[in-house]
T-cell receptor, first 117, second 111 residues
């Protein structure tokens, strides 16, 4: 896990506020993945980004959620007008190249825990 | 519906016992991975299996990938309290570009 940095680790937001979660991939990694995890459940894929491009956003809710990975700086997962159901752990992972069939490892960060009150 | 079905969902055993966790699918995977996750932390990769029928050992842990690459198992010998955690299987479907996770197995080993 060392190397993929996520912040904040814990975030509390009131309903209707915005949440911004940041992810700095490991050095040299240009592929970033975001996952969401509900308590004691597996991780659900949200979005896969490469620098400045969204490659696969099939797991992203259609509204209120967006993600970016700019040329410079961390990847950002943004949740607008949060609701209680958005409370979860959000994990970022990175890889140096597209994984897929090669089975290459992706490296996970420690996660950001969002609580909506 | 889960692409990867893990069983059991929850397992509570005594220290020293053996256990097996299963990960099954009707789909073929190009590779499968097993992770262990502790509360408040991210998942940590234990092993990757890529060849049908492959068996890998990591100390007291034995991982197997089914011949048809649709299932996998994790066997722990002489479990210890330190093995407690959430065990997740995950894999890449053939032609897929994202890692798909099972729902996980919560293991508690009592001393």
């Amino acid at each position: 896990n060392a190397g993929v940095m996520q912040n904040p680790r814990h975030l509390v937001r009131r309903r209707g506020q915005e949440a911004r979660l940041r992810c700095s991939p490991m050095k040299g990694h240009s592929h970033v993945y975001w996952y969401r995890q509900l308590p004691e459940e597996g991780l659900k894929f949200m979005v896969y980004l490469q620098k400045e491009n969204i490659i696969d956003e099939s797991g992203m809710p259609k509204e209120r959620f967006s993600a970016e990975f700019p040329k410079e700086g961390p990847s950002i997962l943004r949740i607008q007008q949060v609701v209680r159901g958005d409370s979860a752990a959000y994990f970022c992972a990175s890889s140096p190249w597209h994984t897929g069939q090669s089975g290459n490892t992706i490296y996970f960060g420690e996660g950001s825990w969002l609580t909506v009150v | 519906t889960q692409l990867l079905e893990q069983s059991p969902q929850f397992l509570s055993i005594q220290e020293g016992e053996n256990l097996t966790v299963y990960c099954n699918s009707s789909s073929v995977f190009s590779s499968l991975q097993w992770y262990r996750q502790e509360p408040g932390e991210g998942p940590v990769l234990l092993v990757t299996v890529v060849t049908g029928g492959e068996v890998k050992k990591l100390k007291r842990l034995t991982f197997q990938f089914g011949d048809a690459r649709k299932d996998s198992s994790l066997h722990i010998t002489a479990a210890q309290p330190g093995d407690t955690g959430l065990y997740l299987c995950a894999g890449y479907l053939r032609g897929g570009n994202k890692l798909v996770f099972g729902a996980g197995t919560i293991l508690r080993v009592k001393s």
